[in-house]
């Protein structure tokens, strides 16, 4: 189901779905030293993020997400932090990582990063996706051990007519950039 008009950048709290409409993930994951064998069963499960959104004492934006993979196995845990600070520690797909969050106000704050054209390309800024300044959601991780780098936009674009959640990503690795979309069905509180 494509994402409810009432579900904003402001608003992202829910299950979503990674939709059919993606992007082949496999040579990206390879890029970020995925085992070929995780990588092919990337092709064949459901993964669900069940994300939790809410503002802290501290007046901190976070995004909390869980993973679930199809028949309800556990998946990954990625706790975010909207506020540009680099976090180190294990994550259970790519090992250890340095990752940051923040919001973006527009997509002319990507012009510095690998994949810019096609990260800044096609996200709904003009109709109350997020309040201003929180338009848009960037995330960096780098790997430790590995020497990639990715770079992920979260946003709103319109498929086909429709509405629907996107993640971009370009991965870097040397001087070779690998770029994906992620398309999410939205599946409800």
């Given at each position: 189901?494509?994402?409810?008009p009432?579900?904003?950048m402001?608003?992202?709290?829910?299950?979503?779905?990674?939709?059919?409409k993606?992007d082949?993930?496999?040579?990206?994951l390879?890029?970020?030293?995925?085992?070929w064998i995780?990588?092919?069963?990337?092709?064949?499960?459901?993964?669900?993020?069940?994300?939790?959104?809410?503002t802290?004492?501290?007046?901190?934006?976070?995004?909390d997400?869980?993973?679930?993979v199809t028949?309800?196995?556990?998946g990954?845990v990625?706790?975010?932090t909207?506020?540009?600070?680099?976090?180190?520690?294990?994550?259970?797909t790519f090992?250890q990582v340095k990752?940051?969050c923040?919001?973006?106000?527009?997509?002319?704050?990507?012009?510095?990063?690998?994949?810019?054209?096609?990260?800044?390309?096609?996200w709904?800024?003009?109709e109350?996706?997020?309040?201003?300044g929180?338009?848009?959601l960037l995330?960096?991780?780098?790997s430790?051990?590995?020497?990639?780098?990715?770079?992920?936009?979260?946003?709103?674009?319109?498929?086909?007519?429709?509405?629907?959640?996107?993640?971009?990503?370009?991965?870097?690795?040397?001087?070779?950039?690998?770029?994906?979309?992620?398309v999410?069905?939205?599946?409800?509180?």
């Open positions: 189901m494509t994402a409810p009432e579900i904003t402001s608003s992202l709290t829910g299950k979503w779905i990674l939709s059919k993606s082949d993930w496999e040579p990206l390879g890029l970020q030293g995925v085992p995780k990588r092919r069963a990337a092709n064949y499960i459901t993964l669900t993020d069940h994300l939790n959104q809410y802290d004492d501290a007046g901190l934006d976070h995004v997400v869980k993973q679930t028949g309800g196995f556990k990954g990625e706790n975010r909207l506020n540009w600070e680099v976090f180190e520690g294990p994550n259970e090992g990752d940051q923040k919001w973006l106000g527009g997509v002319e704050e990507l012009d510095q990063e690998h994949g810019a054209e096609f990260l800044k390309e096609g709904i800024m003009d109350g996706s997020g309040e201003q929180k338009r848009l995330a960096t991780m780098e430790v051990k590995l020497g990639w780098r990715s770079v992920a936009v979260w946003g709103f674009q319109m498929i086909d007519g429709e509405r629907w959640h996107v993640r971009k990503v370009a991965v870097k690795k040397g001087d070779q950039v690998l770029t994906g979309k992620a999410y069905d939205w599946g409800g509180k």
